[in-house]
């Protein structure tokens, strides 16, 4: 879209840039307040953390291990939230629309849910990082804690495209169930609580289906604890799960702008 | 889609600055808009009436830009209406719509002012608005007219020429409602130009310089308040004669006639050649009764009137 020089609008960088902030500081309130949100995602990671990695550790890798899917079943509720809950909800309040009429520029928008989604995220993994070294006695080269914080926080990527095809399909009324639905059992069964090696081995199998599955694949081989599947095959399925998301989200959207 | 520099401001219309030229819109088979024209100028308040599903809401998402044009053309200060250029320009309040209830008056304000490059100061938007008093308030805590009016005061933010003010008073109590008419005022006082859908022909008196009255997805009057009030029928006839129901319809002037008991019930806007005719056609006319209606009344025959044209 091309935009008339000397209409006297044309926004600066400096502009631009206080929009993302501004829309980001939004979003990072809205979500802060509301406890629906805060208290899952914050203190849930942290709390079963404390039981199985901390208070019943069975093996001395268990906290280790932990560490690592934790941190991935830490990232996942922000991603969904903000999108899927938020942006349900603001589709059926008009308040989406309305900003669409504004000049605020689609990039904000997303930008400001991807970045609540890192800060969240980046405060559960920080949390549970504290926690794998003092009181659960995790050792880790200095580079592994960084890669480990990095892989986690990447994997924001994937589940916010999830989220935004549940926002753009599901009523506000219902997201927040269905959001609980999809990442619930998908935690579960992608070995974040239980390491996967301890399911029957019909279950070892579906557990390739989920993205979650990779992502804690990814952050196990930081830590040399993966099932041993090639990095190629995590990324090629963590890359096409976020395309596939995009494109039911895309679709979703035409639904709605179409009366 | 590309804006010419220079062509902003200046358009087809001359001294439009929002138009709608032989728009067609339809949702599958459903008409919303059926070849509608609409102008609006420079520095007025332009009402535009007409019942629910009369097509306002379409054509004002037209002019937004937030549809897709299907048939005719829609220009904004002589550019696509969703272009970025315009955007700046103009504001909108949409119809039922709200802000996430978490975050407080102020820092709704503080967030669309972001949006654009020079807009109004914040303190300057809750004046206008009134909301200086709950500007810590969240906007899940404010009532019906409260909410009405920080929706108002977002579509003021960007300091805009143009405003877009989708059914603002709907839904909210008498009081409410005239708090409401006194900042849309101020704001034409201050000389932006403004479109106000409304289905109450008071509302569209109280506060426009030119009322489009639409009706099945046309414009079927257009004029000051004034013009559509005259055009609308004013008078209703009570009396008891032997003159047939529909020999009454089609008398000159006659807008609406039911049979009410003994009574007949005639709507029409000149009282006078109605009865001079009933009155010539039967002398044992009595009963006799002339009083005023309602402008809601008044404005129902309006519509009634067109749509029987349409079917003749």
Redesign the interface.
Same mark, same amino acid.
């Given at each position: 879209m091309a935009v008339a020089a000397g209409a006297g609008a044309r926004p600066g960088l400096a502009h631009r840039a206080r929009v993302y902030v501004m829309e980001t500081r939004a979003q990072c309130l809205t979500v802060a307040r509301t406890p629906a949100f805060t208290v899952p995602t914050l203190i849930f990671p942290l709390m079963f953390y404390v039981f199985f990695g901390v208070v019943m550790a069975f093996t001395p890798t268990t906290p280790t291990y932990l560490l690592a899917t934790y941190g991935v079943f830490g990232i996942i509720p922000p991603s969904l939230f903000g999108f899927g809950v938020g942006l349900a909800t603001e589709r059926e309040s008009g308040a989406l629309l309305l900003k669409q009429t504004t000049p605020m520029p689609v990039g904000a928008y997303l930008f400001a849910r991807v970045a609540m989604a890192l800060l969240f995220g980046a405060a559960v993994v920080l949390g549970l990082f504290l926690l794998g070294a003092t009181a659960a006695g995790v050792a880790l080269y200095r580079w592994q804690w960084f890669a480990l914080a990095g892989v986690v926080l990447a994997g924001v990527v994937p589940f916010c495209a999830l989220g935004l095809a549940i926002g753009a399909w599901v009523r506000a009324q219902a997201a927040v169930a269905i959001v609980n639905l999809v990442y619930l059992p998908m935690a579960f069964l992608s070995g974040l609580w239980v390491p996967v090696w301890v399911f029957p081995s019909f279950l070892q199998e579906l557990a390739v289906v989920f993205p979650a599955y990779h992502l804690a694949q990814l952050a196990l081989k930081v830590i040399a604890m993966d099932e041993g599947q090639p990095v190629v095959l995590h990324l090629a399925v963590l890359g096409a799960c976020t395309v596939a998301f995009l494109i039911v989200a895309s679709f979703g959207f035409r639904r709605v702008s179409a009366p | 889609?590309?804006?010419?520099?220079?062509?902003?401001g200046q358009n087809a219309c001359g001294e439009c600055v929002a138009e709608l030229a032989g728009v067609h819109h339809r949702?599958?088979d459903v008409v919303a808009l059926d070849g509608m024209d609409l102008g609006v100028r420079a520095g007025e308040v332009l009402a535009v009436l007409g019942p629910n599903g009369a097509g306002k809401t379409t054509a004002i998402a037209l002019l937004?830009?937030?549809?897709p044009v299907q048939r005719g053309e829609v220009r904004v200060f002589g550019?696509e209406p969703g272009?970025?250029?315009v955007?700046?320009?103009r504001?909108?309040m %949409?119809?039922? #719509?709200?802000? @996430?209830n978490?975050?407080t008056v102020s820092?709704h304000l503080? %967030?669309?002012s #972001?949006?654009? @490059?020079a807009p109004l100061p914040v303190s300057q938007l809750l004046a206008v608005a009134g909301l200086e008093d709950v500007a810590s308030r969240?906007f899940a805590r404010l009532s019906g007219g409260q909410k009405q009016r920080v929706?108002f005061a977002?579509a003021l933010a960007?300091d805009p020429e143009l405003v877009f003010l989708d059914e603002p008073t709907t839904g909210l109590d008498v009081e409410a409602r005239r708090s409401l008419w006194r900042e849309i005022r101020a704001m034409k006082a201050a000389g932006r130009t403004a479109v106000l859908t409304t289905h109450y022909l008071e509302e569209a008196d109280a506060l426009a310089d030119r009322i489009a009255v639409v009706h099945r997805g046309r414009v079927v009057a257009e004029g000051t308040p004034a013009q559509i009030k005259s055009r609308a029928a004013d008078r209703r006839i009570l009396c008891v004669t032997r003159v047939d129901l529909d020999e009454v319809a089609v008398l000159p002037g006659v807008a609406r006639v039911e049979r009410n008991g003994r009574h007949l019930e005639i709507l029409a806007a000149r009282p006078e050649d109605v009865l001079r005719i009933l009155l010539a056609r039967d002398p044992d006319l009595h009963d006799l009764q002339v009083t005023g209606v309602g402008l809601e009344d008044a404005f129902l025959t309006l519509i009634r009137g067109d749509g029987r044209q349409e079917e003749a």
């Amino acid at each position: 879209m091309a935009v008339a020089a000397g209409a006297g609008a044309r926004p600066g960088l400096a502009h631009r840039a206080r929009v993302y902030v501004m829309e980001t500081r939004a979003q990072c309130l809205t979500v802060a307040r509301t406890p629906a949100f805060t208290v899952p995602t914050l203190i849930f990671p942290l709390m079963f953390y404390v039981f199985f990695g901390v208070v019943m550790a069975f093996t001395p890798t268990t906290p280790t291990y932990l560490l690592a899917t934790y941190g991935v079943f830490g990232i996942i509720p922000p991603s969904l939230f903000g999108f899927g809950v938020g942006l349900a909800t603001e589709r059926e309040s008009g308040a989406l629309l309305l900003k669409q009429t504004t000049p605020m520029p689609v990039g904000a928008y997303l930008f400001a849910r991807v970045a609540m989604a890192l800060l969240f995220g980046a405060a559960v993994v920080l949390g549970l990082f504290l926690l794998g070294a003092t009181a659960a006695g995790v050792a880790l080269y200095r580079w592994q804690w960084f890669a480990l914080a990095g892989v986690v926080l990447a994997g924001v990527v994937p589940f916010c495209a999830l989220g935004l095809a549940i926002g753009a399909w599901v009523r506000a009324q219902a997201a927040v169930a269905i959001v609980n639905l999809v990442y619930l059992p998908m935690a579960f069964l992608s070995g974040l609580w239980v390491p996967v090696w301890v399911f029957p081995s019909f279950l070892q199998e579906l557990a390739v289906v989920f993205p979650a599955y990779h992502l804690a694949q990814l952050a196990l081989k930081v830590i040399a604890m993966d099932e041993g599947q090639p990095v190629v095959l995590h990324l090629a399925v963590l890359g096409a799960c976020t395309v596939a998301f995009l494109i039911v989200a895309s679709f979703g959207f035409r639904r709605v702008s179409a009366p | 889609m590309t804006v010419a520099s220079g062509a902003a401001g200046q358009n087809a219309c001359g001294e439009c600055v929002a138009e709608l030229a032989g728009v067609h819109h339809r949702y599958g088979d459903v008409v919303a808009l059926d070849g509608m024209d609409l102008g609006v100028r420079a520095g007025e308040v332009l009402a535009v009436l007409g019942p629910n599903g009369a097509g306002k809401t379409t054509a004002i998402a037209l002019l937004l830009g937030s549809l897709p044009v299907q048939r005719g053309e829609v220009r904004v200060f002589g550019c696509e209406p969703g272009a970025a250029a315009v955007r700046f320009r103009r504001g909108a309040m %949409l119809q039922a #719509s709200g802000v @996430p209830n978490t975050l407080t008056v102020s820092e709704h304000l503080e %967030l669309f002012s #972001s949006y654009y @490059p020079a807009p109004l100061p914040v303190s300057q938007l809750l004046a206008v608005a009134g909301l200086e008093d709950v500007a810590s308030r969240r906007f899940a805590r404010l009532s019906g007219g409260q909410k009405q009016r920080v929706m108002f005061a977002l579509a003021l933010a960007g300091d805009p020429e143009l405003v877009f003010l989708d059914e603002p008073t709907t839904g909210l109590d008498v009081e409410a409602r005239r708090s409401l008419w006194r900042e849309i005022r101020a704001m034409k006082a201050a000389g932006r130009t403004a479109v106000l859908t409304t289905h109450y022909l008071e509302e569209a008196d109280a506060l426009a310089d030119r009322i489009a009255v639409v009706h099945r997805g046309r414009v079927v009057a257009e004029g000051t308040p004034a013009q559509i009030k005259s055009r609308a029928a004013d008078r209703r006839i009570l009396c008891v004669t032997r003159v047939d129901l529909d020999e009454v319809a089609v008398l000159p002037g006659v807008a609406r006639v039911e049979r009410n008991g003994r009574h007949l019930e005639i709507l029409a806007a000149r009282p006078e050649d109605v009865l001079r005719i009933l009155l010539a056609r039967d002398p044992d006319l009595h009963d006799l009764q002339v009083t005023g209606v309602g402008l809601e009344d008044a404005f129902l025959t309006l519509i009634r009137g067109d749509g029987r044209q349409e079917e003749a």
